[in-house]
């Protein structure tokens, strides 16, 4: 009864944050996040399902196994939702509709910052996450309030590296399965 009372507090705690609020604190991003700087990092961790090389910047507060975690769960959450062959195509090289072959998972490298950085993406000078094509990798801010909006542009960032337009002019076509601003009841107290 005891733990059913805490879940029952912490159930309307969450209910009651709003997260979107959370995404515009007046703080300064950090320093600019360039391909060449992501590439320079050192990728010594590994997700534990998909294998994805990781690098974690030392200002993260999230422990390290929470990070791989995540990004191994929302991966799979992202590939179900998108593609009929499901979190499986993580696995294994997969074909676009144009042709280009993505590689798997294990190849992905992901930069793990703390806050949002200086970008130089058309239109944005301020990113949460990018994907970098021509060196496979995307880098992704923890971010946001512990359990809401923690690596909230994780999922947006998959969806450029299996097809979506860096323009977003197909982004309709990825939408449902790129995720939304919400709480994740999961990332909060640690189960999927």
């Known amino acids: 009864m005891k733990y ?21 604190i007046d703080t300064d991003p950090d320093p600019l996040i360039t391909p060449e700087i992501a590439d320079s990092q050192t990728y010594d961790l590994v997700t534990p399902i998909y294998g994805m090389q990781v690098s974690i910047d030392s200002g993260v507060d999230r422990n390290t196994q929470d990070v791989l975690d995540i990004l191994d769960r929302r991966a799979a959450q992202f590939l179900d939702c998108q ?4 979190s499986q195509l993580g696995f294994e090289d997969s074909m676009l509709d144009n ?14 910052v703390p806050n949002r950085y200086r970008c130089d993406v058309p239109g944005v000078s301020v990113c949460n996450g990018t994907y970098f094509g021509g060196v496979d990798i995307v880098t992704v801010a923890e971010g946001g309030f512990p359990g809401c909006e923690v690596f909230l542009p994780w999922k947006h960032e998959l969806g450029h590296r299996y097809g979506m337009d860096a323009n977003h002019t197909n982004q309709s076509d990825f939408q449902s399965c790129i995720g939304a601003s919400s709480c994740d009841i999961g990332d909060v107290i640690g189960f999927d």
């Open 4 to 24: 059913l009372s805490v879940l029952f507090v912490l159930t309307i705690m969450l209910a009651t944050i709003s997260c979107d609020s959370l995404d515009n």
């Open 99 to 112: 042709g280009t072959i993505i590689p798997p998972l294990s190849d992905l490298r992901v930069f793990v």
């Open 83 to 86: 593609f009929i062959e499901g």
